[in-house]
């Protein structure tokens, strides 16, 4: 019999106290860290329990019987605050009180120093039919290491239980897979996350391990390079979390990366999630790879009895189909031709990737690999030939990104693009964002593949969609420093001088008309001749607004709808006119509509406001509500109507306000006409919004107060504090009013604290454009004096200092 306890030494004090303390001490020591530290802990946790278990043993009289690590304890690894898993297996010979005795003699002390702990009792028959029924289960036993006992019981079983995984590998790999897609569908991908699940998530420390149990089925294995490194930094980012936090947790938390980063050594939380989202984009990149392999491995061994029955004997050839040249369809992947020579064909890689994202085929592994360490370097401009192929594999569409990631992982996208490095992997800190930087520009290339047939040009979308953030990690405005590296990528991938200038704009303005549509006063001829005069001809134009709407779909959901489309495509042919030559086509405000005129005349009557709402949907979201408030021309106006909305939870997206002076009428109107979404979907009833206006207006309703008591009793959890509001003059956009820009953390009746402010400093508000990207606000109000004109310099710049210092 081998026993664990003959070839163990042990601490000093191997009783609860001097484990802590001897634990304590290594988690404090500063220059243990890593796999050095997690070995460490494994081996102090050993030591301890193979004490409890020798005189728990020999106090209760059981015999035959070893304590088993498992999961990551049984790899020999233990991180600051993981849980112990352990399974006590005995030979069945033991009483069940004298088997009960002895665990809780282990147990319990675990218990008592505060640490996590999963245990089982079991024989091996039971363990193995455990493992046959539990797939979790089976999986930890793979990794199953005894720390006390008899270490001879452990053995028979971890051959048992190794050739059932192997055995069984057809059953039990699908639903292992069928596993992890659950998981990555409930906890999200890891290097997209802002608050990424280090074990959980898609590529995170759980893929890691299921790879590992691919592998010992001996039906396939991972890629290997870099994985272990990957692995090691997902952990080292774990442990730094748990020493951090003092808590067992695998979320990295916002308020958390800081510390965490520095605890790591590096220089801030951006480098901390760009050095884990690296990580986990290879153990992503190896998932793929492995389970697409075990996939083509399985559909073999099902079609071979068939062939064999076909065939009689022998074994049929891979049927190669031809792609372009120098590729070929082999076995539902794309391959490089026996004939293929990469150090002879620069273009090769991107002919390559161009016919498999075609094909809608992934890449073989091989054969990236091959380009990889043979290809010839393509010269510098590109041939026609490259950059034809690189629009080629950009056109595809969806099944691009696949085979984009798989060129990325090999070095190759890199190599060919060398501004790529700065946005690899590198996060986005709006929460707009779906994607890292990286992802957004291939899925913005995606969005715009589908775009092409609206534009003159094509290759110039599809290549503006692929650069338009290239300048983020760049010092200063990335769309300043982005213009700039679009156009050298531009003139290296062999575009004429034309197009490079056409590129750069394009870079440098890919948020202008979003931004212009959505902030600024269409109605302004300023407005309009400022982006004409940035965009600087129709066929630009064009582009520009395919680019803007590939960039937002590709951005995330709350960054495009069709209200924002309806308000751009108006934009759009306002600036398109000017460029033909005209003049800024403005909506004709002094002649009101018919609805208009009647509120009006309602609100003359009573001395009271009136109202209408209207809900306008198109095919799958919401245009927005239309609502159009009449009221006879007092103050307070703005934040009122502002502040009861906000009270019945409308979102406000865009405000107008305009005076009416009716025929035969004593006495002006003022009308509103807003663009606002029920928050939760659900639209007041106009009665009750006139009737809490009214009252707003005549002072019985203290619509501050209530927003407070709102704001008091339904807190915003946020994980970081938000910056100060900032509220600036924008210069030179408008001839008819001064301009104000508020950006601000989102909350409950923003606008109606703006609307206070400018109410006290005596302004008139002539139009507000409210934007909500993520949890910032940026709210742009037209303001005019008394006498309708635009504020001096001074006096504009006194304003948005006062209005900050309000909502401030």
Known sequence: MTSVEETTDHTADSGPSGYAAARLRLLQEESRSGPSRRSALAGLTDDWLNVLFKTAARETGVRGAVLVAVGGYGRGELSPRSDLDL????????????????????????????????????????????????????????DARPVAGDAGLLAGLRTSVLADWRNQAAKRLPQLHALCRERAERAGELRFLLEPDLKEARGGLRDVTALRAVAASWLADAPREGLGEARRRLLDARDALHLVTGRATDRLSLQEQD??????????????????????????????????????????????????????????????????????????????????????????????AAAAAQAGLPVSLHSVRRLAAQAKALPVPWPAEAREQLLTLLGAGEPMVGVWEAMEAEGLITRLLPDWERVRCRPQRNPVHTWTVDRHLIETAVRAAALTRRVGRPDLLLTAALLHDIGKGW??????????????????????????????????????????????DLDDPATVRAVAEAVGSPSTLEILHALTEADALATGPAAWSTWRGSLVADLVARVAAVLRGGTPAVRELEIPTTEQERLAIEALRTREPVLALHARREEDDAVGVELVVAVPDQPGLLPAVAGVLALHRLTVRAAELRSLELPDQLGEVLVFRWRVAAEYGALPESARLRTDLIRALDGSLDVPAKLADREAAYPRRRGVVPPPPRVTVVPDVSSLATVLEVRAPDAVGL??????????????????????????????????????????????????????????
Do not use: C, M, N
Request: net charge neutral; charged share 25%.
């Open 475 to 520: 010092p200063g405005d990335h769309s300043v420093a982005g213009e700039t590296i679009a156009r050298d990528v531009a003139a290296r991938v062999g575009f004429g001088a034309e197009d490079v200038a056409v590129l750069g704009t394009l870079v440098r303005h890919h948020l202008l008309l979003i931004d212009t549509a959505t902030r600024r």
């Open 87 to 142: 399974l006590l297996l005995h030979d069945g010979k033991a009483g069940a009180q004298a088997l009960s005795a002895l665990a809780d003699r282990i147990w319990y002390p675990v218990w008592d120093l505060g640490l996590a702990l999963d245990h089982s009792v079991r024989t091996p028959a039971e363990a193995r039919k455990t493992a046959a029924e539990d797939l979790k289960a089976h999986l930890g036993l793979l």
């Open 751 to 808: 606008l109606h604290r703006i609307g206070r402010a400018l109410e006290a400093a005596g302004v008139r508000v002539r139009s507000a454009h409210v934007s909500t990207p993520g949890a910032d606000a940026v709210d742009t109000v037209y303001v005019v004096d008394g006498d309708g004109k635009p504020l001096p310099a001074a006096g504009a710049a006194a304003l948005a200092r006062s209005v900050q210092a309000a909502l401030a």
């Open 259 to 352: 510390q965490v980063a520095d605890h790591l050594g590096l220089l801030d939380a951006d480098a901390l999630l760009r050095q884990v989202y690296e990580a986990a984009r290879v153990v992503s990149y190896a998932g793929d790879v492995t389970w697409r392999e075990v996939g083509r491995v399985l559909r073999a061994r099902a079609a071979r009895p068939r062939l064999r029955g076909l065939l009689g004997r022998g074994q049929a050839a891979t049927e190669r189909a031809p792609l372009a040249e120098g590729v070929v369809e082999a076995d539902g992947e794309a391959v490089l031709a026996l004939a293929a020579r990469p150090d002879r064909d620069p273009v090769l890689p991107l002919r390559f």
